[in-house]
């Protein structure tokens, strides 16, 4: 078995060595150590190193070949992607001499990631490999990208997706999963949707303002203040739909504003807890539709957070409100979807806002469903849902091995 080669530090083990002897810092490269420590720079160093790279112990020895000399083998030498602004990637950036001659001589490519989101390409993928190019004389071919964004550059560097959070979300206990899933499928449900937004991005609170009439019928969330009690993201959101959603904007109103936040009253604090994995699983089982507001909905980015792999393992009928493409996107992985018992045509419209008003129009109508509409359609679908939970069980086994072939094609190519 061909490992891919990467280069791990050994300058930072006063910051910690994980059990298995590797340092926690260990590919938190190109970074001057005294900058790990201040706070100013907001470096986050896991206590598991390979949660870096997007996998853990298990799956990354099958993955990885830890470099500490630097030899004629090609390598990759990582470096997190940033996300602060030019002056201070200017300030903490640092490369050593030997890695730049082998970068330069094709031995060895600098590898960008970040597998927890899927940040455009266009923002902090291309600033940081920008000032890097400036400071070192390097070229956007020098560099790989390993992020959740499965969508291409486009500025002549590779992008090699592998999604964290479709990793991360296990379940010990997979047996009782299928059992509570398939004895809910031809049950009645007290809920006709569920759909839970915890950041205020501005398609969730555009849909929640859309979906407010129905709160009776299904279980409705949407954050205001996150991250302990910072409006930023919702004053954010607010300037956007200024911006980019002319049409929409009037169901912002005074009055839908002061209701916020919509809360599911369980013991889970949104403003500040994030709960990825959700232990609480009678409130999907006791939903028909589970509504996927994912992180991104404007063009440029193809992210599946945790929130689209939840109805797949609680095995529920979805509609994705994303961005253009991403059911395709999703497709593209091997899972499938309910078109045409679910209309999915909305996938293909360009326009976020028409996109947005398409797949609305289409939540409207399944809202308004039977309960036996609804046991029928899970009927014809049950063929769809076993397969997902199956593949994403299946994914969540081989996942690595695609990592590591993709990257070896990039690091030799």
């Keep these: 078995m061909i490992k891919v080669p990467i280069w791990c530090r050994q300058d930072v083990n006063d910051l910690g060595i994980s059990l ?38 298990d799956k990354a020895v ?19 992607m940033f996300g602060q602004d030019p002056e201070l990637i200017k300030q903490m950036t640092e490369i050593e001499p030997g890695h730049l001659k082998n970068i330069r001589a094709g031995r060895c490519k600098i590898l960008i990631y970040n597998t927890m989101e899927g940040w455009n390409h266009d923002n902090f993928a291309t600033t940081l490999i920008r000032i890097i190019c400036d400071m070192y004389n390097l070229t956007a071919k020098n560099f790989v990208l390993l992020t959740g964004n499965r969508d291409d550059t486009g500025f002549g560097t590779i992008n090699v997706y592998h999604n964290w959070w479709e990793f991360h979300m296990y379940f010990e206990n997979a047996q009782e999963l299928i059992i509570q899933g398939r004895n809910s499928q031809l049950q009645k449900r007290p809920n006709k949707f569920i759909c839970l937004n915890r950041r205020p991005h501005p398609h969730r609170l555009l849909l929640t303002a859309l979906l407010e009439n129905y709160r009776d019928k299904g279980i409705l969330t949407c954050g205001k203040e996150v991250d302990n009690g910072s ?19 009037p169901l912002i109103s005074d009055k839908f504003i002061k209701s916020l936040p919509f809360v599911y009253e369980e013991n889970i604090n949104a403003a500040d807890d994030n709960p990825t994995v959700d232990n609480n699983w009678d409130k999907f089982h006791n939903s028909y539709l589970h509504i996927v ?23 529920q009928m979805f509609i994705l409100v994303g961005a ?12 499938k979807t309910f078109h045409p018992i679910i209309d999915e045509r909305y996938d293909d419209i360009s326009s976020h806002e028409e996109r947005l008003v398409a797949v609305s129009k289409e939540i409207d109508r399944l809202i308004n469903l039977s309960d036996e ?12 849902i076993i397969h997902n939970f199956f593949h994403w069980l299946y994914r969540q086994q081989t996942i690595h091995i695609n990592l590591r072939e993709n ?3 990039a690091l030799n190519e």
């Design 231 to 249: 409006l930023f993201v919702f004053d954010n959101s607010m300037t956007r739909i200024e911006e980019k959603y002319t049409n929409l904007k």
């Design 407 to 409: 990257l070896l094609e």
């Design 373 to 384: 509409q609804w046991i029928e359609m899970y009927k014809e679908c049950n063929d769809i």
């Design 293 to 315: 507001t994912e992180t991104f909905q404007e063009n440029g980015q193809t992210f599946f957070s945790e929130k689209i792999f939840k109805p797949i393992y609680f095995q």
């Design 324 to 335: 253009q493409h991403d059911l395709k996107g999703l497709k593209s992985l091997g899972y």
């Design 20 to 57: 298995d002897g590797v340092p926690r810092a260990g590919f938190v490269c190109g970074v001057k150590k005294k900058c790990l420590r201040d706070p100013k720079f907001q470096i986050q160093i896991h206590g598991d190193p390979w949660i870096h790279l997007g996998l853990v112990k």
């Design 62 to 80: 099958y993955t990885f070949q830890i470099i500490t000399k630097t030899k004629k083998q090609r390598y990759f030498y990582p470096i997190p």
